[in-house]
């Protein structure tokens, strides 16, 4: 296959083979109307594209995710881009690892492949530009110098402009399945792990510590999408105008330990969540990263408040 302009494959490791970016997350919920004004709040450009809404960040043409409308809060697909090289030999690997290839959703278009995982969540592998990072995001830890202000008044603040999407957590009902088979079908590799309670996973090409996560749960879903910003001012902001908007539950401000990352989560209208994040760890893709298993206790979040009964409930998977 020729190459596509942009989306040649840089040099790797020989033999390694994998996706190099979470392209978008697909959700169904019963009322676009209601994503809209969500997702507009919490900074996003909301595109309406025929019956679906188009997730995207200012200045930027990528569609980071996508909304449809279905009975109930589903998650409908997740998309992982690829290389052109890359993509007839990730398709003949997946065919050969047992996998059944089948056909696209209506309404859905591909240059690539799609297929269901494990358990039954459908995925798509196409052809894309790289749009996990290829090297750390800046964050900004500027201070104004003597004799100067260094916040606006309320009046004046700047909205929050989210940068990216930085990754997405899904609920599975077996955590150490999962890591085997996204591991053995798209390429990712384990970064960390809680037990067999959680798990963080990146690509082979360079990204984020994760752009991939897993959480126990009794059955497939949606837990958050999480959302680059460019400083921790930039996270409180955006915790409050979204407070402000009615949107006032959630969890943060604070700091995880996997992944580094500083952290609100503003829970959206069906249960799930997204988050503001900063400053996660990046892994290099000359890098092998030292994945362990840590401990739940250590490892969930170094500081903030108390975690909110609710943010752990699957409400896709029957949970209460």
Same mark, same amino acid.
């Given at each position: 296959?020729?190459? %596509?302009?942009?989306?040649?494959?840089?040099?790797?490791?020989?033999?390694?083979? *994998?996706?190099? =970016?979470? /392209?978008?997350?697909?959700?169904?919920?019963?009322?676009?109307?209601?994503?809209?004004?969500?997702?507009?709040?919490?900074?996003?450009?909301?595109?309406?594209?025929?019956?679906?809404?188009?997730?995207?960040?200012?200045?930027?043409?990528?569609?980071?995710?996508?909304?449809?409308?279905? #009975?109930?809060?589903?998650?409908?697909?997740?998309?992982?881009?690829?290389?052109?090289?890359?993509?007839?030999?990730? #398709?003949?690997?997946?065919?050969?690892?047992?996998?059944?290839?089948?056909?696209? +959703?209506?309404?859905?278009?591909?240059?690539?492949?799609?297929?269901?995982?494990?358990?039954?969540?459908?995925?798509?592998?196409?052809?894309? +530009?790289?749009?996990?990072?290829?090297? #750390?995001?800046?964050?900004?830890?500027?201070?104004?110098?003597?004799?100067?202000?260094?916040?606006?008044?309320?009046?004046? @603040?700047?909205?929050?402009?989210?940068?990216?999407?930085?990754?997405?957590?899904?609920?599975?009902?077996?955590?150490?399945?999962?890591? &085997?088979?996204?591991?053995?079908?798209?390429?990712?590799?384990?970064?960390?792990?809680? =037990?067999?309670?959680?798990?963080?996973?990146?690509?082979?090409?360079?990204?984020?510590?994760?752009?991939?996560? !897993?959480? #126990?749960?009794?059955? +497939?879903?949606?837990?958050?999408?999480?959302?680059?910003?460019? =400083?921790?001012? /930039?996270?409180?902001?955006?915790?409050?105008?979204?407070?402000? &908007?009615? @949107?006032?539950?959630? @969890?943060?401000?604070?700091?995880?330990?996997?992944?580094?990352?500083?952290?609100?989560?503003?829970? /959206?209208?069906? *249960?799930?969540?997204?988050?503001?994040?900063?400053? %996660?760890?990046?892994?290099?893709?000359?890098?092998? @990263?030292?994945?362990?298993?840590?401990?739940?206790?250590? =490892?969930?979040? !170094?500081?903030?408040? /108390?975690?909110?009964?609710?943010?752990?409930?699957?409400?896709?998977?029957?949970?209460?």
């Amino acid at each position: 296959m020729t190459a %596509i302009r942009g989306y040649v494959a840089p040099t790797t490791e020989t033999g390694a083979l *994998g996706v190099h =970016s979470l /392209d978008q997350f697909v959700l169904a919920v019963p009322d676009a109307n209601i994503a809209q004004e969500f997702y507009g709040n919490f900074g996003l450009d909301i595109v309406r594209d025929g019956n679906t809404l188009a997730i995207k960040t200012f200045g930027d043409e990528h569609r980071w995710g996508s909304v449809v409308e279905g #009975k109930t809060k589903a998650l409908h697909h997740l998309s992982f881009g690829c290389y052109a090289d890359d993509l007839p030999r990730l #398709k003949a690997h997946i065919e050969g690892s047992g996998v059944k290839l089948i056909d696209p +959703p209506p309404g859905f278009e591909s240059n690539g492949f799609w297929f269901r995982n494990h358990e039954n969540v459908l995925i798509e592998v196409k052809v894309g +530009p790289k749009v996990s990072p290829s090297q #750390k995001a800046e964050s900004q830890r500027t201070s104004a110098p003597a004799g100067t202000a260094g916040a606006a008044i309320r009046a004046n @603040w700047p909205p929050v402009r989210p940068r990216r999407l930085s990754h997405v957590l899904t609920f599975t009902a077996d955590v150490d399945a999962s890591i &085997k088979f996204y591991e053995r079908t798209l390429g990712l590799r384990l970064s960390d792990r809680a =037990s067999d309670l959680v798990a963080f996973m990146h690509g082979i090409h360079g990204s984020d510590h994760h752009l991939l996560a !897993l959480v #126990k749960s009794n059955a +497939p879903g949606f837990h958050h999408c999480s959302w680059d910003v460019a =400083s921790v001012n /930039d996270i409180g902001l955006g915790a409050t105008r979204m407070h402000d &908007k009615g @949107w006032t539950k959630g @969890w943060g401000l604070g700091r995880h330990v996997l992944g580094s990352n500083y952290f609100h989560y503003v829970r /959206d209208p069906w *249960g799930s969540f997204a988050e503001y994040s900063c400053d %996660i760890d990046y892994i290099p893709k000359e890098q092998l @990263w030292p994945s362990a298993d840590h401990k739940p206790e250590d =490892s969930f979040y !170094l500081w903030g408040p /108390d975690v909110p009964p609710e943010f752990t409930i699957n409400y896709e998977g029957g949970e209460t």
